[in-house]
């Protein structure tokens, strides 16, 4: 019997009527951290530059500095991350606090964002 993986529904970015998201208590965490203002956050959400479907339910949304990892079937922004390795090396210069890691491994994101960059031509 062969496995068929269910496949999700193209989701698109919430228009400007949608104006009612939620975030969880880790990605507030994050913006308080990262110093986001609140207009990024909704810019992102709802002008993003890139949006990035993964399987089953969840997309990058990208605008500016920052981008979100969105649970797309009940609109509530999981965490928030850097949209650049340049951002991710500058906000390292903090070092650790509050149970946050200074041992990341900046190669790995790079190369990580670098392969993301080649893939944003088929980004919507």
């Known amino acids: 019997m062969a496995f068929k993986r ?3 529904p ?3 970015p919430p228009t ?3 104006i009612v998201f939620a975030m969880s208590k ?4 994050r ?3 990262m110093a986001v203002e609140g207009h990024e ?4 959400m709802l002008r993003p530059r890139h949006v990035h479907q993964l399987p089953g339910y969840t997309a990058y949304y990208t605008h500016g500095r920052i981008t979100l990892v969105v649970a797309t079937d009940n609109w509530v922004v999981k965490t928030i991350l850097w949209a650049t390795a340049n951002a991710w090396i500058e906000d390292r210069q903090y070092g650790e606090y509050d149970g946050r890691s200074g041992d990341a491994d900046m190669a790995g994101v790079r190369r990580a964002v670098k392969a993301r960059k080649k893939q944003q031509k088929g980004w919507r």
């Open 6 to 8: 269910n496949r999700a």
């Open 10 to 12: 193209t989701i698109h």
């Open 16 to 18: 400007r009527e949608l």
């Open 26 to 29: 880790h990605a507030l965490d």
């Open 31 to 33: 913006a308080v951290d």
């Open 41 to 44: 956050i909704r810019a992102a």
